[in-house]
């Protein structure tokens, strides 16, 4: 199990309740981020430059990474040329709506798109691609940096059209599975909480260094547990399961929090439900285009195989208080007025 995360597809993390989620969550939350903004940060989002200043994410350049993998380029064309060729059996056009990628990304996969219609140059350093070609690269590039040493970092991403992708294939080289990523939002949503008042950047690398400790226990807990969830073939009994552990973990929250005697106000909590703030749902299926997209014989995982091909402890008071974590963020969160 990995203790880091890599958000993506865009280089800004959102300034969302999600984020502040993934931060508390994650040891260490990194970005893909191409080397030219490390000397134009004001070009990046506002709250993207706060999260680097404070060092609460880092930037991961894919020209630092990706000249290791020898077949990165040539695995994601055999994976897509195979896509493109049952698209074509199934009769199912692809929608001619694109998004913009940067060049750093696509190295020498963006002549092949130029070639076969599907990107455009847009730009010095960007090029325009049709979007479920992009939907696709974008998931691909993030469990190829991912699954390197150096940066050893678990994808996600808070949006379905990415996330999916994670479903297909059988390998262990791949982000999670929709459904475990989907357990994993719906558990956190509801024992994390979010203050209602703006918590500074300061406030949580400070929260961080302190009880960061309690870290690897939680998300023991909460990734084995959504483990068991996703191989529920049911959406029902993936809620029910999800519902129950909650459940379970809330006994075990409110002990610690009256032992400690934290205080509960000023914080929001989510509920159990679809997770339509994502955009991802229990039973929802990708759009048709999509699967069309998604079969073939050459799998999401193989062509993350392939593309690897040139590369040839818990302390006894962390296993027996796995929940401490979210008890001291929940106090620590709304101790303090920030009203100001």
């Given amino acids: 199990m990995r203790n880091n995360a890599l958000y993506f597809p865009f280089i800004s993390v959102p300034n969302t ?18 080397l ?20 609460l994410v880092t930037a ?19 994976l897509l040329e195979d896509r493109l060729k049952r698209q074509r059996l199934s009769q199912v056009p692809l929608v001619r709506t694109r998004v913009d990628i940067h060049i750093e990304k696509l190295a020498g996969i963006a002549e092949f798109l130029v070639e076969r219609g599907l990107a455009a140059r847009n730009g010095a350093s ?28 678990e994808p996600v991403t808070n949006l379905w059209e990415y996330a999916q992708w994670f479903g297909h294939g059988t390998a262990s080289r791949r ?48 990734e084995s547990q959504s483990a068991v969830i996703a191989n529920l073939p049911d959406p029902e009994d993936r809620a029910d399961a999800t519902l129950a552990f909650i459940n379970d973990c809330q006994l075990q929250v409110d002990e ?23 955009g991802m749902q229990w039973a929802s299926t990708p759009p048709d285009t999509v699967m069309a997209f998604s079969g073939g014989a050459v799998s999401f995982a193989g062509a993350v195989y392939a593309a690897f091909s040139s590369i040839g402890g818990l302390s006894d008071v962390q296993k027996k208080q796995p929940l401490a974590y979210i008890a001291h963020a929940r106090g620590r969160l709304s101790r303090n007025d920030r009203s100001k």
């Fill in 17 to 34: 309740a999600w984020t502040i989620r993934t931060l508390l969550y994650w040891d260490k939350l990194s970005s893909i981020v191409p």
């Fill in 36 to 55: 030219e903004y490390n000397y134009r940060r004001r070009e990046l989002a506002p709250f993207m430059r706060e999260l680097l200043s404070a060092d």
């Fill in 60 to 78: 991961v350049s894919p020209a630092a990474h990706l000249y290791r993998l020898g077949d990165f380029e040539s695995a994601f064309i055999q």
């Fill in 126 to 153: 960007w090029y325009s691609v049709d979007t479920p070609v992009a939907n696709l690269f974008m998931t691909y590039l993030a469990v190829c940096l991912g699954n390197l040493d150096d940066v050893d970092a």
């Fill in 175 to 222: 982000g999670k599975a929709p459904q475990h990523q989907q357990a994993r939002h719906q558990i956190l949503t509801c024992l994390l909480p979010i203050p209602d008042e703006r918590v500074t950047l300061s406030e949580l690398v400070d929260f961080k260094e302190k009880h960061g400790s309690l870290l690897p226990a939680l998300r023991i807990k909460i």
């Fill in 256 to 278: 610690l929090r009256d032992a400690m005697r934290f205080s509960w106000k000023r914080l929001v909590f989510g509920a159990l439900a679809p997770l339509s703030g994502t």
